[in-house]
């Protein structure tokens, strides 16, 4: 059975969401698409801001709400070139981040559903 999207927090906490996203932004600076449309000056800015965001829609505390305020997510990536290649290659990141973990396989297949929809929805160009 898949874990809900707002019950993964409950299911792996914090330190579970804080794994994945590390190991996402781990691959990011040499990756060949993504790399340049990241704030190299502020990768550790931008980690703990998909951390929050993700901790919040994950069921968790909502302290991205009141540091960011509302998502808006397709208006925040308007700047960023958000074609196939890119959204591919950001849910490829992804998989690899989340296969790599010590997540239960309930909670990765859920986790893996979501972001990819996510960023399909996300495509802009
Ligand atoms: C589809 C491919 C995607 C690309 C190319 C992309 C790219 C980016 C870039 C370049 C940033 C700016 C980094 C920063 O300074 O914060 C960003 C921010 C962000 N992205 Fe994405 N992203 C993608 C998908 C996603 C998905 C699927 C999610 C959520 C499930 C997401 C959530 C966020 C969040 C929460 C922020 C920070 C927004 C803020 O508070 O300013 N992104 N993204």
């Given at each position: ?7 993964v927090f ?116």
């Open positions: 059975m898949n874990v809900p999207v707002n019950e409950a299911t792996v906490g914090e330190s579970g969401i804080r794994e994945v996203v590390a190991a996402f932004y781990r691959q990011v600076p040499d990756d060949s698409i993504l790399g340049p449309m990241y704030p190299r000056d502020d990768m550790e800015g931008a980690e703990q801001r998909l951390r929050s965001f993700l901790v919040y829609r994950f069921g968790g505390p909502d302290t991205y709400l009141s540091e960011r305020g509302h998502p808006r997510l397709r208006m925040r990536h308007a700047p960023f070139a958000v074609n196939q290649a890119a959204r591919d290659r950001w849910v490829d990141l992804m998989t690899t981040a989340i296969d790599g973990s010590s997540l239960a396989d309930e909670v990765k297949s859920a986790m893996k559903v979501f972001l990819a929809d996510v960023a399909t929805f996300l495509l802009n160009r």
